[in-house]
Every structure is written in C-alpha cells, then in structure tokens.
C-alpha cells in the first residue's frame, strides 16, 4: 500500500565541552509534512539518538501499513 504522506526528521548534533557527556543532539520529528512537527526532543547518548530515529522509522512503516 503505497501512501503521499512524507515523514521529516532533523538532526542537530553539537558538542557542549565540560559535560560529562558532551554530545547534544535535538531532533524535530513528524510522521507527516501536512501536519507538522509532531515533537522535539534533545538527547545526549549516541544510543538514545540512534532509538529516536529507528522509532521514528518504524513509526513511518507502521502508518503505511493502516487501512
């Protein structure tokens, strides 16, 4: 089933030097352009990162596959 909604995420990613963990990196995320963004988040592990958009990819997978 193929669908005309497109998904949009961005990444910013930077370094805060002095922290323990310096990664910073904020997403703005949305299952669909037409409607906007639908979060933001900001995350400082690589891992949790990395979960954020693997969600976010499997969440764009999940609408297609809806009646």
Same mark, same amino acid.
Do not use: Y
């Given at each position: 089933?193929?669908?005309? #909604?497109?998904?949009? /995420? $961005?990444?910013? +990613? !930077? &370094?805060?030097?002095?922290?323990?963990?310096? /990664? #910073?990196?904020?997403? #703005? &995320? @949305?299952?669909?352009?037409?409607?906007?963004?639908? #979060? =933001?988040? @900001?995350? +400082? =592990?690589?891992?949790?990162?990395?979960?954020?958009? =693997? @969600? !976010? &990819? /499997? =969440? $764009? &997978? +999940?609408?297609?596959?809806?009646?």
């Amino acid at each position: 089933m193929s669908s005309d #909604r497109m998904g949009l /995420l $961005i990444v910013r +990613a !930077w &370094l805060e030097h002095g922290s323990s963990k310096p /990664l #910073r990196g904020h997403m #703005r &995320l @949305t299952g669909d352009i037409a409607n906007g963004f639908d #979060r =933001e988040v @900001t995350l +400082a =592990e690589v891992s949790g990162i990395c979960a954020e958009v =693997e @969600t !976010w &990819l /499997l =969440e $764009i &997978l +999940a609408a297609d596959q809806k009646p």
